[in-house]
């Protein structure tokens, strides 16, 4: 089944802190407590996205006003370009 997909690329003018915890956001992390991995999601995983390569993804147009919101939440929006929509027939 084909879906309409949004690109989102990380802005080129990101400081580097910033674009490091943007990247561990969208891909999310694995945390080590007593010897026991624990993995979060990011919101990448979360929307049913697809990454494409460093910095870019794929986004379903049907979440991406969900996605953009939690972004902007934590004051990252800026830095984030939704750079057009593309019909990907791979998932």
Do not use: Q, W
């Not at 999310?28 to 697809?50: A, D, P, S």
């Not at 049907?62 to 934590?74: G, P």
């Amino acid at each position: 089944m084909d879906k309409r997909y949004a690109i989102i690329k990380l802005s080129a003018h990101t400081p580097h802190g910033t674009r490091n915890k943007l990247t561990k956001l969208l891909l999310g992390t694995t945390v080590t407590i007593n010897g026991r991995r624990y993995r979060g999601r990011g919101l990448v995983e979360k929307y049913n996205g697809i990454r494409l390569c460093r910095g870019a993804y794929l986004v379903p147009l049907a979440s991406l006003s969900e996605f953009l919101e939690e972004l902007e939440k934590r004051g990252l929006r800026d830095h984030v370009v939704v750079k057009g929509t593309c019909l990907c027939s791979c998932t």
